[in-house]
């Protein structure tokens, strides 16, 4: 070991909204010493679909620290008491906030933090002595306890696809938007960010507009997301811990089932949508959108006339569209980064690649168990709906802060649900309650 290396208990790769919350709240831990390291020269927080009218769907006070320790001083209120705009937010009466909003107070958690690392690329990750050895280039290695993967999922491209010049990633929306102007859009994906680059689509007026949009996708609506107090107890611990304890095929189960509790489009931007619909058809006579709810995607490629998106009906029909530029809102997928590529056999995944993990985050490996690796947003089949959402950001970092140190730093029990999810068997056996109610009738 160098003199110049750094020795930490806890050390995390990426810098997004997960290890940001590890962070914060870890900052508050006497005698924790933590670092956390990213590639990027500054915090971003999806840049290409950081629209200024696209809004949180979460309250804000599930940010990074205050679901767990609202004293924290990384809090999101203490956010705008810092930047000297407590009063003017309250005045402006939000009902939620916008995701820039909520993206610059990401940037200024962390920008003061000690603890983050930027333009720092891990280029490997090595265990042997017990410890994780971080390398770099340029910058003395970490030697680290425990490791805590949140470098985020990837763009997914369907397969088919040829990416280019005019076929790209909506994560990359904002920075290619003018390539828009005057051409044939097609949008692939019927979620909320394929909605988003359309409603941004539809709002380009002038030289700026594009000459037609398509909208494809596969999903044989464009459906909402659930909302309200009783949808949102499945963002809730007491949920968690009900399908932590479900078969795997009840889990199965459940995931499809709340598939529009975390991905449908939100009301107010598919209302925005229509009336754009509306108005172009009604009111000044266009024509020059187009919808197509339920096609599978077979390829996209380029041709003589632009880009051929050869899609399937459910009924089973070929069906060809054609436009100069293609955005790809098709999702993400999950990655392990590659500095751990040395590692990567040592590493449990699930068949969609994401890392296994077992209790309190930790991922399944043949490491001892003192030598803990963290997934975050890594466990969507492992703890179910709620693991990529940020509502529990802050509840899943002091679950991992509690199981690195060994004791309860932060309180998680909770009142009793409001929901009872999951039967509890009567002692005496299943019937031995109905006998026992029989008898005392």
Excluded at 66 to 82: A, K
Excluded at 158 to 186: I, N
Excluded at 334 to 343: D, E, R
Excluded at 424 to 437: L, S, V
Aim: aromatic share 10%.
């Amino acid at each position: 070991m160098s003199h110049q290396d750094t020795t930490v208990d806890l050390a995390g790769i990426g810098i997004g909204p997960f290890n940001l919350s590890l962070a914060a709240l870890a900052d508050g831990v006497p005698g924790l010493a933590t670092a956390f390291f990213e590639r990027r020269a500054n915090f971003a927080w999806h840049p290409g679909l950081c629209f200024p009218d696209a809004m949180l769907q979460t309250s804000p006070l599930k940010d990074l620290v205050t679901p767990v320790c609202p004293t924290s001083p990384w809090s999101f209120l203490n956010h705008l008491v810092e930047s000297g705009r407590f009063f003017d937010f309250m005045s402006a009466r939000f009902e939620t906030v916008s995701r820039q909003e909520f993206s610059a107070y990401l940037g200024w958690a962390a920008d003061g933090l000690a603890s983050t690392h930027f333009s720092a690329p891990v280029e490997d990750v090595r265990y042997e002595d017990g410890h994780f050895r971080l390398q770099f280039t340029g910058r003395p290695d970490c030697i680290a306890r425990s490791l805590a993967i949140g470098t985020g999922r990837v763009p997914l491209i369907p397969a088919g696809v040829v990416t280019g010049p005019d076929c790209f990633h909506a994560s990359r929306y904002l920075e290619l938007r003018p390539k828009t102007a005057g051409r044939r859009v097609a949008v692939i994906g019927g979620g909320q960010s394929g909605a988003e680059v359309i409603l941004n689509l539809l709002q380009q007026e002038g030289a700026a507009a594009p000459a037609s949009i398509s909208w494809i996708s596969r999903r044989d609506g464009f459906w909402t997301l659930q909302e309200g107090g009783l949808v949102d107890q499945f963002f809730t611990p007491g949920y968690l811990a009900a399908y932590r304890e479900m078969p795997l095929e009840v889990q199965a189960r459940a995931l499809a089932s709340q598939k529009f509790a975390s991905d449908g489009l939100t009301p107010s931007t598919a209302d925005e949508i229509y009336r754009h619909l509306y108005r172009r058809r009604h009111l000044e006579g266009r024509g020059d959108v187009a919808l197509y709810p339920g096609r599978d995607l077979l390829h996209v490629r380029p041709s003589g006339r632009g880009q051929m998106v050869v899609s399937q009906s459910a009924e089973g029909e070929a069906e060809v569209i054609e436009a100069d530029l293609v955005v790809l809102a098709t999702g993400y997928r999950a990655s392990t980064p590659a500095c751990m590529g040395g590692l990567a056999k040592r590493l449990a995944q699930e068949t969609d690649g994401a890392l296994a993990l077992g209790p309190n985050y930790r991922v399944v490996w043949d490491g001892p168990d003192d030598s803990p690796i963290y997934g975050l947003n890594q466990g969507r089949r492992a703890y179910g709906v709620i693991d990529p959402q940020l509502s529990m950001a802050a509840w899943r970092s002091a679950v991992i802060l509690n199981d690195l140190s060994g004791r309860a730093i932060f309180r998680l029990a909770e009142a009793d649900p409001l929901v009872v999810w999951r039967a509890a068997p009567e002692a005496g056996g299943k019937d031995a309650g109905f006998e026992q109610r029989l008898t005392a009738s």
